[in-house]
């Protein structure tokens, strides 16, 4: 459960920041978070938990694991991340991305730790524009959005001190994400196709977690977006994915009718994350850096 580091660290400023307790811990974003955390020597040891043993629709489970992790920040991970499956597991959707982030945020007030809830783009509808602020207005049109927006009320409605973190398009290794899928397609077939007329923050799991660290030293509150910089839409991620894997495949426009799914997505849900940077003093790369990155990684043509 444990990273073995022993003690309470120290963060640049001389403060401890003490343990941290990770829910969800075995997903996408968990990995990187836990990864991150115990590669920085400003934090102690770093608590996993996940399911089956840490499961948010078991209160009890999360209780106990607090109680042995002893955290000073609880970050929570745990969510039911596929847009479409949510639409025919509606009770399923809300126990874990509202009611079970708001239970696992009052049983951290009870311990006095920091609640961070990881929350989504899809809280907007996407037609406002231009990149989305956090003081904008939301509404989600999913029921993936619905329950992510449920779950940040109700970790702002348990009291204590909060982060509610919004990120979008998350890929990163050991879980299937969009540029896994694109870099696959392009190898079997040698042809993929993108739309160009939905657009987001593609952003490196590995990058939001660095920032989430961030907000963590700088003993920031509130409202966040976390995500790489600028928007792009799924064509564009798709072709820098490609072209930095070097695979020889043609990418081809298309458009979201192209791909039925049953939840309704936003068009244009690219946030930004000034705030981020304004309150930390943490910039955080642009996407088309990170996703080139990660491309040529798991095609083995970059470091």
Request: hydrophobic letters at 40%.
């Amino acid at each position: 459960m444990r990273n073995g580091c022993g003690g309470n660290a120290r963060a640049p400023g001389g403060e401890a920041v003490g343990n941290v307790a990770v829910l969800g811990a075995r997903g996408l974003a968990g990995r990187e978070v836990v990864r991150a955390l115990r590669e920085d020597p400003a934090f102690g040891w770093v608590a996993e938990g996940g399911r089956p043993e840490v499961d948010l629709t078991r209160p009890d489970t999360v209780e106990a694991f607090l109680r042995q992790a002893e955290p000073a920040v609880v970050i929570n991970c745990a969510a039911m991340t596929d847009v479409d499956a949510c639409e025919g597991r509606v009770a399923e959707a809300f126990a874990l991305n509202a009611e079970g982030a708001g239970r696992a945020a009052v049983i951290a007030v009870r311990h006095g730790a920091v609640f961070i809830q990881l929350s989504s783009d899809y809280v907007f509808d996407g037609r406002k524009g231009a990149p989305y602020v956090e003081e904008d207005e939301t509404m989600p049109l999913s029921v993936y959005g619905r329950s992510k927006l449920e779950g940040e009320r109700l970790v702002e409605a348990a009291g204590g001190r909060w982060i509610i973190a919004r990120t979008a398009w998350l890929f990163g290794p050991g879980r299937q994400n969009y540029v896994d899928r694109m870099l696959s397609a392009a190898r079997e077939t040698g042809e993929v196709r993108g739309a160009t007329d939905q657009r987001g923050s593609p952003t490196s799991a590995r990058d939001l977690a660095l920032a989430l660290a961030a907000l963590i030293k700088a003993r920031a509150m509130g409202l966040y977006h976390v995500v790489n910089a600028g928007g792009g839409s799924r064509y564009d991620v798709a072709r820098t994915a490609v072209e930095a894997a070097g695979i020889a495949a043609r990418v081809l426009p298309a458009r979201r009718v192209d791909f039925p799914r049953r939840a309704t997505t936003p068009e244009d849900s690219t946030l930004s994350a000034e705030k981020l940077r304004r309150d930390t003093g943490h910039t955080v790369r642009p996407w088309r850096e990170a996703v080139a990155e990660y491309a040529a990684a798991a095609a083995g043509t970059g470091t």
